[in-house]
């Protein structure tokens, strides 16, 4: 089952942190927190939503400051991950009899 929510970007926060860099070094930086709530009902289609999304609030961190804008509205797609199915690898010809 997909279900698509919509939320809002409620608030945006700095804190030190940092990532690894492609040695696998770490390096410290800065990390940016957007904590999104879902909408309220101020338009029909926030009406809408408001009344069928689950509830809550999700937060997210990046080392990107432009992933997010404040005050702005988003949707958000719950899509179920399928694993791929398994490719079968011929068996070797010194293990078969």
Do not use: W
Request: with cysteine; glycine share 8%; hydrophobic share 30%.
């Amino acid at each position: 089952m997909n279900v698509r929510a919509k939320f809002a970007c409620v608030e945006i926060k700095k804190s030190m942190g940092g990532i690894y860099d492609e040695r696998g070094k770490y390096v410290p930086g800065v990390l940016h927190g957007y904590r999104f709530n879902p909408v309220v009902g101020d338009s029909e289609e926030n009406k809408k939503f408001f009344a069928s999304t689950p509830s809550g609030s999700i937060e997210l961190h990046s080392v990107r400051d432009d992933l997010f804008e404040l005050g702005k509205e988003y949707y958000l797609d719950f899509t179920p991950y399928v694993p791929p199915a398994p490719v079968e690898q011929p068996m070797p010809k010194e293990m078969k009899k």
